[in-house]
């Protein structure tokens, strides 16, 4: 572990222009404040691969205000007999003049190398580190990059045209329920599914019911396509008597479908009812309505798509 006073963990972030809103949105909820733009450092450990957005992070094992600093305390490190490789992570916060390129970077991922007693394995190491500058600092320890593993969930063998997308879907997931152990979720208008394959995939606990028979039997295809195991049940949300700590509710939308907003209504109270954390996706701001529902709206963002928009709610 870090001495006192280091940050324990450093990561690194990208987004497109039209996912700025939703990756702020997730941040905040994954780690409970604001967050600088491209790299941070933070006391909370997150899985990377949870994230569309985050890219690596650096379990913090020495620090220095210098890079010969760092060189001296890296020849402590104790592989037991592992293969290993050393990263230097290209985000950074360095002032234009200051910039590492490529060739130094290299060099300096030999520099380590040599120091640390061992054999390094650029192609299949044991043990990755990375090199991190931060807030004028540098930063070394253990190297975790996003493995990225929603891409295979995106081709589903049941889809329909207004899905949530993967990337928006895991983004909600994480608003949700951004501590796992213990929580029991819950999606109770799933559709085909893409809310809880996402969720299943980070090993958290949900299930599934939506009113349409075909569309749930598309929702359990999907699940069980990518190995998962959940219940989806059919009928309406109003008949769900169990309670949950938290709910994603992917509100039908006028435009593709017959709800009245009293049947909107009904959903949401009924969603207030089911969970004391929920995370709302609508084709519109729905403030007056989730408010007579009697939520409190704590934090939202707007997920873009061409001409084409999102808003994620995260009531309580």
Not at 101 to 129: F, S
Not at 132 to 146: E, S
Not at 275 to 286: F, K
């Amino acid at each position: 572990m870090p001495e006192s006073g280091f940050p324990s963990y450093i990561y690194t972030y990208t987004h497109t222009e039209d996912e700025a809103s939703l990756c702020g949105m997730e941040l905040r909820c994954l780690f409970g404040r604001v967050i600088p733009p491209m790299l941070f450092s933070s006391g909370i450990q997150v899985d990377v691969s949870r994230s569309p957005f985050i890219k690596e992070r650096v379990d913090v094992m020495y620090a220095g205000d210098t890079l010969e600093e760092i060189y001296k305390q890296t020849e402590q490190v104790e592989l037991a007999g592992q293969t290993f490789k050393v990263i230097f992570v290209k985000t950074n916060d360095l002032a234009p003049e200051h910039k590492v390129e490529y060739d130094e970077r290299r060099a300096i991922e030999r520099e380590i190398g040599m120091r640390i007693e061992g054999e390094a394995d650029v192609n299949r190491p044991e043990r990755v580190y990375g090199l991190v500058t931060l807030g004028g600092r540098w930063y070394f320890g253990t190297y975790h990059k996003n493995k990225a593993t929603w891409l295979r969930q995106m081709q589903k063998p049941r889809s329909y045209s207004i899905a949530l997308s993967t990337r928006v879907a895991r983004a909600a997931v994480n608003m949700a329920v951004p501590r796992i152990p213990g929580v029991k979720a819950i999606d109770p208008c799933c559709g085909i599914g893409t809310v809880m394959v996402e969720a299943l995939s980070m090993g958290i606990d949900i299930v599934g019911r939506d009113i349409n028979p075909f569309i749930a039997a598309g929702a359990r295809t999907n699940i069980a396509h990518f190995g998962f195991e959940s219940t989806v049940t059919l009928g309406d949300i109003a008949d769900i008597e169990e309670h949950y700590d938290a709910a994603i509710v992917d509100m039908p939308y006028n435009l593709y479908s017959s709800i009245t907003p009293e049947e909107q209504f009904a959903i949401l109270a009924n969603a207030r009812r089911i969970a004391g954390r929920v995370v709302i996706v609508a084709i519109e701001a729905m403030d007056e309505m989730i408010s007579s529902a009697g939520f409190t709206i704590i934090d939202r963002c707007i997920a873009k798509k061409g001409l084409f928009s999102r808003h994620l709610m995260l009531c309580e």
